[in-house]
């Protein structure tokens, strides 16, 4: 059987502990059904950097240190601070130094070394993430041939947005050294498309200038171990955890988990919250928001500024609305076991998932497999969340509007159980149909190229073809293609 070697800034080793995040998640049975190889950087930094191997059953995982100057270009420097603001629409948030691209790609360079140590020509990999963009390139120029899949885990903006990222030209168009392209929903794609059109000119230079490879692309929306997870929460519901947690408060639980990130959109929520709570008096004492928010990337400005800016607010709405036997928000800043978030989920009345922009959003997924379906929470979801594509059942809100988020936290608390059932049922189904299994199935056929097997795949001519030709509206004509590179 051939290896899979699964490629990604941060890999995480069974039984090591670390901050949990949705890409650890999403990979889980991919590990889990093939043997695989997991490379990535260990999470430390050091002046003499160590390669590392470990071996867990039949997977190995292979880490590396970074240099102090590499954390700081490439991790904290252009993969936080440009590449995740401006793919998740934040201009205003990104900053850019020419030295954090260099540091970026020669993170890139390294990982493509102790690959091509290892690499077998039958064995297959498949990248993951915003971090390593140019990884294929880096093995290609090794002389590897492998079949090499990328998969976008966060949005792809448009190119009104994309193009202002110095030195856009170099980066996006180095995704044309994968064999496979995948992203979250259509949109992602159809960006993408509209970029390579509007920006590498007309569809029959585009090939050519993307290296001439085969590059197919495709949607792949992620999902969860949905039966698993419902097993779970159904299991953790009853403990005794769970049950302090419901007997500590008055009326009913509406939960957000979320790691501390202003694409989370945090701030925004609790300020709904709070309109909620002006608009709506009665509830008062009958509804406790409990957030859930462990700490992430706390050395970037921005975060830590979030990280006040959360317990500003969240100490406000306490201070107007709190007595002596209820206090309206819990905002806890640790990591909690998947057990126990499985059962809090179960317990909670309503799902509040509002991020500003997200590739798809687990948790949105987490909360509606742990419902009991005869008695299910309502989950409130944010309409740019790639989740939003394939839950239409859910309450859709914008979380640029406060008002409508509140409302809709009203009309969630206030949804009959008949209503409730329905749209469980409706969401459930979807995630019965495309499960994490499902996903990592599908983008392996698809890479391969079984064809037939992947519903959605296309060729590059085709992709740019259906793509560009759902341009909302021309913004001048595509510059004339320039030599191939
Ligand atoms: C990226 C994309 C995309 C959170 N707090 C705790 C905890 N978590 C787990 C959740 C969930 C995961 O972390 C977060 O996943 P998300 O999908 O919500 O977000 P990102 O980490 O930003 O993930 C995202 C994802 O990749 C997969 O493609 O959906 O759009 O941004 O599973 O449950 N887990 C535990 N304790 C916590 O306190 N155990």
């Not at 051939?2 to 890409?23: C, D, E, H, K, T």
């Not at 900053?95 to 970026?104: A, N, P, V």
């Not at 859930?292 to 306490?318: C, H, L």
């Not at 329905?422 to 495309?434: C, F, K, Q, V």
Request: hydrophobic share 40%; net charge neutral.
């Amino acid at each position: 059987m051939a290896r899979i070697f699964i490629i990604s800034n941060r890999v995480a080793i069974p039984g090591a502990g670390g901050n949990p995040g949705g890409l650890e998640v999403a990979l889980k049975a991919t590990l889990r059904s093939h043997p695989c190889v997991w490379l990535g950087w260990s999470g430390e930094v050091s002046d003499t950097p160590q390669v590392k191997t470990l071996k867990k059953g039949r997977n190995s995982y292979i880490v590396t240190d970074l240099p102090p100057e590499d954390f700081d270009e490439y991790y904290n420097g252009f993969a936080n601070r440009v590449l995740w603001p401006i793919f998740h629409y934040r201009l205003d948030l990104a900053e850019f130094s020419r030295r954090d691209l260099s540091g970026y790609l020669r993170v890139n360079e390294r990982f493509a070394d102790e690959l091509a140590k290892v690499l077998a020509p039958d064995d297959i990999v498949w990248v993951h993430d915003y971090h390593l963009i140019p990884l294929a390139k880096a093995l290609r120029a090794r002389g590897l041939d492998n079949r090499i899949g990328f998969f976008l885990h966060i949005p792809l903006p448009p190119p009104e947005i994309l193009t202002a990222m110095p030195n856009h030209e170099t980066l996006i168009p180095a995704l044309g050294s994968y064999d496979l392209v995948g992203f979250q929903t259509d949109g992602d794609a159809a960006n993408f498309a509209r970029y390579l059109a509007k920006e590498l000119g007309a569809p029959s230079h585009i090939s050519h200038r993307l290296g001439g490879g085969g590059m197919r692309i495709g949607t792949f929306p992620v999902g969860i171990e949905t039966r698993d997870f419902t097993r779970l929460a159904g299991r953790s519901v009853r403990t005794r955890f769970v049950q302090q947690v419901l007997n500590s408060i008055p009326g009913s639980l509406m939960i957000g988990v979320d790691r501390l990130d202003y694409s989370k959109g945090i701030p925004n929520r609790l300020e709904a919250y709070e309109r909620f709570l002006i608009a709506h008096p009665q509830w008062h004492g009958q509804i406790t928001y409990l957030q859930i928010t462990p700490k992430s990337r706390s050395q970037i400005k921005e975060y830590s500024e979030m990280e006040q800016a959360v317990n500003a607010i969240s100490g406000r709405i306490n201070g107007a609305f709190s007595d002596a036997s209820w206090a309206p928000v819990r905002y806890v800043n640790r990591p909690y076991s998947r057990t126990a978030l499985a059962g809090l989920y179960r317990a909670a009345r309503v799902g509040l998932v509002t991020p500003m922009r997200d590739g798809m959003n687990l948790v949105a997924k987490e909360y509606v497999a742990s419902q009991d379906p005869e008695d299910p929470g309502v989950l409130i979801l944010s309409r740019f969340a790639g989740a939003a594509d394939e839950f239409g059942a859910a309450l859709l809100v914008n979380p640029y509007d406060p008002d409508a988020v509140a409302a809709a936290i009203a009309r969630a608390m206030a949804m009959p159980l008949a209503e409730r059932k329905t749209r469980h049922a409706e969401l459930y189904a979807t995630m019965l149909d495309n499960d994490i299994a499902a996903w990592g199935d599908r983008f392996l056929k698809a890479l391969l190229g079984r064809q037939g097997e992947a519903r959605g795949v296309q060729a590059l001519a085709d992709f740019i073809a259906g793509g560009a030709a759902k341009e909302p509206a021309a913004t001048g004509p595509a510059r004339p293609p320039a030599a191939p590179r």
